[in-house]
């Protein structure tokens, strides 16, 4: 499959203050991201989504930033809050393809 | 509640049985993926479906093999369990090919 990773695993923030996760990809036919988080137990949840022909969307309290001149997905979080801890998963599909290609997540914990 | 359901929501069964996972998309989607995620590892596309036809395929092995019916909803079979079969099963839908897909809960498969 196609080679979706994240640089940090493991990710602690104290209550308030913003998170960045990140996540490269490799496929530069890649068209469509997706940010998911994933709480214990439950399947992934859509957070956000971005298109190769833009480099920022911005959500409610969330932000993804895309660069593909280095292949290199970013997601801000603000004000960052215990119901944020989770694990989060950018999600890569090609234009020719299907298929969502995941990473292996970041768990953010948030630090009262 | 992301609109998918999925049944059962647990399974146990002994190695070399074989068990059947349900999944209902979204009402109006049109797409079905399989997932599969082991203890602490990312989501690992098994197969995909688009109006009762596969489309695209991961690693699925050839003991695995699963449908979309008329009525859109969609079955994974599993045959030969093994124990490394354990793990999470989750179904996503989508409305179309290559926009978001919205994951269920996910089937908990315990093979013993």
């Known amino acids: 499959g196609e080679s979706v990773g994240l640089h940090l695993p493991t990710l602690s923030v104290q209550e308030g203050d913003n998170s960045i996760i990140n996540c490269a990809y490799s496929?530069?036919?890649?068209?469509?991201f997706i940010w998911y988080k994933q709480e214990s137990g439950k399947g992934p949840q859509f957070i956000i989504d971005?298109?190769?022909?833009?480099d920022k969307r911005q959500g409610q309290r969330v932000t993804v930033l895309l660069n593909k001149t280095v292949k290199h997905l970013s997601l801000q979080i603000a004000a960052t809050q215990p119901g944020d801890s989770a694990v989060y998963f950018c999600?890569?599909?090609?234009?020719?393809?299907?298929?969502?290609?995941f990473g292996t997540g970041t768990s953010l914990t948030v630090i009262p | 509640d992301s609109g998918v359901t999925q049944t059962p929501k647990h399974l146990i069964t002994a190695t070399g049985q074989r068990v059947t996972l349900r999944c209902s998309p979204r009402?109006?989607?049109?797409?079905v993926y399989w997932y599969q995620q082991s203890l602490d590892q990312g989501l690992q596309f098994l197969i995909q479906?688009?109006?009762?036809?596969?489309?695209a395929k991961g690693n699925i092995l050839e003991r695995f093999s699963a449908q979309q019916f008329p009525d859109l909803h969609s079955e994974l079979n599993l045959s030969s369990l093994e124990l490394g079969d354990s793990a999470l099963y989750f179904c996503?839908?989508?409305?179309?090919?290559?926009?978001?897909?919205?994951f269920g809960q996910g089937t908990r498969l315990t093979v013993v």
């Open positions: 996503a839908s989508s409305v179309g090919e290559g926009v978001q897909a919205f």
């Open positions: 999600a890569e599909i090609l234009k020719t393809g299907n298929q969502f290609y």
């Open positions: 496929n530069s036919a890649s068209d469509y």
């Open positions: 009402s109006g989607d049109l797409s």
């Open positions: 479906y688009y109006n009762g036809e596969e489309r």
């Open positions: 971005i298109r190769s022909n833009m």
